[in-house]
């Protein structure tokens, strides 16, 4: 095998495998939606558990935090 | 159980269930990432590999369709 075909089967290896890849994760965020779908269909609101995931990844600091900051820019803005 | 520990015990496991595959997405996120850096430590431009990867999904129709437009747009911009 000559050293120029050698080098493209490399490169044809590395993007089929990153498209594997690419797949597996776009199923995987198939799955994600699929279940909120499913939680809806039982009665949960979906954008409200979205921020729950948000919430829980975040330290308990981090999140005081930044609840510290949106009451300060809510009444900034008059929101009450 | 009562209902309420039921309902709430469901709403956990949803949120678990999506956690864990939150976790598997950005576990596949980091393996694309680390591909694309063992390929540009073998010396492959990897902004190019990701035009590639995008180039690939589409259909040679919707691809040549893309190019035309950008060749127009380049000219209206005077780019040569």
């Known amino acids: 095998m000559s050293e120029a075909t050698t080098t493209d089967d ?18 995987v965020g198939d799955d994600i939606r699929d279940t909120y779908n499913e939680a809806k ?10 921020q729950i995931v948000r919430l829980r ?17 809510k009444a900034a803005l008059g929101i009450d």
Chains 1, 2 share one sequence.
């Open 57 to 73: 990844k975040m330290s308990r600091n981090d999140r005081m935090e930044m609840e510290a900051i949106l009451e300060t820019y």
């Open 10 to 27: 490399q490169l044809r290896l590395f993007i089929e495998r990153i498209e594997r890849m690419e797949e597996e994760k776009k199923g």
């Open 41 to 50: 269909s039982q009665g949960y609101d979906t954008k409200i558990m979205r």
